[in-house]
């Protein structure tokens, strides 16, 4: 995932700008639904504030767990989604409420969990081996519970394991929280946790909630943009939106968001898909 050249973000936004510059004004109010993972990394700070001076939009931003930006979007109450759930995704669309659905970046999921490690998981490659040994021992396990593209990874996680957890298990608790609280709750109590790399890297302390397990291709997170149908209701922005998702595409935003949280982390917490597949 890494690049061969890296540039500073100083420079990276006078790029972006001097190309979407030349992109049609808006001077319109755009309401993004995205995950809180782009929140908390603060990648999310930096992109909204580039596309605002460039555009000439306002954006409100409604920061939740995916399931819930989808709920959002199929209500009309957002004009265009960044959110990370591939199947919810593809059903939002396939049921028309939303369009123009398109990569934008990635990154991993990764097992995180007390330096103890009670479980014995550290150094797995095998996520759904290592929930098994998690249940199995008994340990605690701090689920997000909230219908996000975290949790619903973690229920597909569950299911490969061939394990169904007991509503009443002492062991597992749902935050019903965002992952920068879900990442503290685990800290404090001593619990294992499934979370993006990025929030962690940005949020977490690694000296106190190691990461245990990674590099299992089941592990693997992308990030979509979708426009929310204007057919479904009328009033979606659906113009700004579509400003929103050309500015995420560029070559130039997409370097930026390639190389965001080089410097502080030693590694970016996203990819994208011009930098590396295409």
Same mark, same amino acid.
């Given at each position: 995932m890494r690049r061969k050249r890296w540039f500073t973000v100083g420079v990276l936004l006078g790029l972006v700008a001097l190309t979407f510059a030349a992109c049609d004004g808006g001077d319109s109010e755009l309401i993004l639904a995205t995950t809180t993972s782009t929140e908390n990394s603060g990648l999310l700070d930096v992109l909204i504030t580039l596309y605002e001076e460039e555009s000439g939009?306002?954006?409100?931003?409604?920061?939740v767990g995916s399931g819930a930006a989808m709920s959002i979007g199929k209500r009309g109450d957002a004009d265009v989604l960044l959110v990370h759930s591939p199947a919810a995704e593809q059903a939002f669309v396939d049921a028309g409420f939303g369009m123009d659905r398109a990569r934008v970046m990635f990154n991993d999921f990764i097992i995180v969990g007390p330096v103890e490690d009670p479980a014995g998981i550290v150094g797995m490659s095998d996520a759904?081996?290592?929930?098994?040994?998690?249940?199995?021992?008994?340990?605690?396990?701090?689920?997000?519970?909230?219908?996000?593209?975290?949790?619903?990874?973690?229920?597909?996680l569950w299911a490969a394991a061939g394990l169904e957890?007991?509503?009443?298990?002492?062991?597992?608790?749902?935050?019903?929280?965002?992952?920068? $609280?879900?990442?503290?709750?685990?800290?404090?109590?001593? $619990?294992?946790?499934?979370?993006?790399?990025?929030t962690w890297l940005s949020v977490a302390d690694p000296e106190r909630l190691?990461?245990?397990?990674?590099?299992?291709?089941?592990?693997?997170?992308?990030?979509?943009?979708?426009?929310?149908?204007?057919?479904?209701?009328?009033?979606?922005?659906?113009?700004? $939106?579509?400003?929103?998702?050309?500015?995420?595409?560029?070559?130039?935003t997409q370097q930026l968001i390639g190389e965001f949280g080089a410097e502080q982390y030693g590694q970016p917490l996203f990819t994208t898909y011009s930098s590396e597949l295409d």
């Open positions: 939009d306002s954006v409100k931003v409604i920061a759904a081996a290592a929930f098994t040994v998690i249940q199995t021992h008994g340990e605690k396990f701090i689920s997000r519970g909230d219908d996000s593209g975290t949790h619903v990874k973690e229920k597909a957890v007991p509503a009443d298990a002492r062991w597992y608790m749902e935050s019903g929280q965002g992952m920068a $609280a879900t990442l503290t709750i685990a800290t404090e109590t001593g $619990a294992y946790t499934l979370t993006d790399r990025a190691p990461l245990l397990v990674e590099d299992d291709e089941r592990l693997f997170n992308i990030y979509h943009v979708i426009v929310v149908s204007p057919n479904r209701h009328n009033a979606v922005n659906d113009s700004a $939106a579509r400003r929103f998702r050309a500015f995420l595409l560029e070559p130039t």
